[in-house]
Every structure is written in structure tokens, then in C-alpha cells.
């Protein structure tokens, strides 16, 4: 089977109605990132960041996957399917793609704040002051913070740079290091940008832009790849 990468940004999750970051109108427009989304901001008022990723979860919870999750699931018919995602939540499970890498995290676990290898499923629990992991530190959102490294950037870049066909979407390729990751992909391998807003990057003729959402493109590049490769 062809190995097939996939690169998950924001704009899948908007489409089920989960708000992004960057975008107009996005989440780092209504609140200070230094306060919610970084050590300093965890170490000045734990409090504040719990409430905020607890209400996140719950938006969570409440999202269902789109059209674009439930496509991505189809390709594991004819190809051997990788997904790495830039997104915390759970909606590429729910739709049941198998093999998923998290790079920042994700927001339905939690950590100890001193173990990084001691982690919680949440279920349908949230974390609050107070909640504490076996070695008695305060537990905290399972996500990477700005200023914080991604550990699971070396197996992103090795999914990728094996990937015969590798599909990024929703996503403006501005996030670093996730960004990276369209450059180590193979000079011979197939690249498919699908984006309503087509992120600038260095084109190559291995690329091919799909200028649509999530929703609207991905089922219709899935249907395509299928049909190509029986």
C-alpha cells in the first residue's frame, strides 16, 4: 500500500464549528495567548487556564465530525494513512481514522504538571485546582503552550519524508514547526493544499492547490485519489 500523509490545521475543525486561532476573528483575538496559552500564563494564574481549556473541552464534547473527518477515514481502504494534526481535539478519532499523531497535544487529556509521561484520559471530566497526578502535582491540559517544545515533531517529520502522497489541510502553514513538515516531504511525491485561503508557500510542480474548505474539498480529492489509484 502507498503511504499516505496528512497534515491537519484549524480550518478542519472550524467547518465543525470549533473557532480557530489566527484566523479573522479567532480565538487570539479575544484573548491574550501569554495568559492562557504559555508556562508564564500557567505559572501566574493556574486557575484562569484551567476555566479556559475546561470550556474549550466542552465545545469539544459538543462538536461532531465534518464531512472532511469522515472522508480522510476512506483512504485507509487503498493506502497506508498517517495523520498529523495541529489540533487538540478528538474529532479525527471520533470519525475513525486509526493512526493520528497529536503534535500540540491534546485538550481531552490531562498531565502532571512535573512527569510528562504520567497522562489521563479525561472522559467527560474536566480539570480543576486542585486535581493532582500520583506524584501529587496539579494537573494541566495535555497541550503544547507557546514557548513549550513538540516532542512528536521527529516522528512527523519521519511520517513525511516516507509519504508518497501527502495532503495538508486547513491550515496556513504559518505555525512553526508544524510548517516545516511540506518541506521534507519527497522531491517525487505527490502534495495536495486544500484551503479556502491557499497558504503562500513555495509552489513546486508536485503541488497541486485545491482553493476550497474542508468540507467541500476533501471529499472530493478523497473520491479522486480512489478512483486513480484502483
Known amino acids: 500500500m502507498k503511504k499516505l500523509a496528512v497534515l491537519t490545521g484549524a480550518g478542519i475543525s472550524a467547518e465543525s464549528g470549533l473557532q480557530t ?36 473541552r466542552d465545545l469539544v464534547r459538543k462538536a ?74 496539579q494537573l494541566r491540559p495535555h497541550v503544547v503552550w507557546f514557548g513549550e517544545s513538540v516532542p512528536m515533531m521527529d516522528r512527523a517529520i519521519e511520517i513525511v519524508s516516507k509519504a508518497e502522497i501527502f495532503i495538508i489541510i486547513g491550515t ?11 518541506y521534507y516531504a519527497p522531491e517525487n511525491s505527490r502534495i495536495y493544499l486544500v484551503d479556502k485561503n491557499i497558504p503562500v508557500v513555495r509552489q513546486a510542480a508536485n503541488m497541486t492547490f485545491i482553493a476550497k474548505t474542508a468540507v467541500e474539498g476533501v471529499p472530493e480529492l478523497v473520491n479522486k485519489l480512489l478512483e486513480k489509484d484502483e
Open 21 to 56: 486561532f489566527r484566523d479573522k476573528g479567532g480565538l487570539w483575538e479575544k484573548y491574550d495567548f501569554q495568559k492562557l496559552a504559555s508556562i508564564e500564563g500557567w505559572r501566574e494564574n493556574p486557575e484562569l487556564v484551567l476555566e479556559f481549556y475546561n470550556i474549550r
Open 64 to 137: 461532531q465530525p465534518n464531512a472532511a473527518h469522515l472522508a480522510l477515514t476512506q483512504l485507509e481502504r487503498m493506502y497506508d494513512v498517517d495523520i498529523i494534526t495541529q489540533n487538540v481535539d478528538d474529532l479525527h478519532e471520533r470519525a475513525g481514522s486509526k493512526h493520528i499523531l497529536h503534535l500540540h497535544g491534546e485538550i481531552m487529556k490531562a498531565r502532571s504538571s512535573i512527569d510528562d509521561q504520567l497522562i489521563y484520559e479525561l472522559g467527560e471530566k474536566n480539570i480543576k485546582l486542585g486535581d493532582k497526578c500520583e506524584k501529587g502535582s
Open 172 to 182: 496556513s502553514l504559518q505555525v512553526y514547526p508544524a510548517a516545516s513538515l511540506l
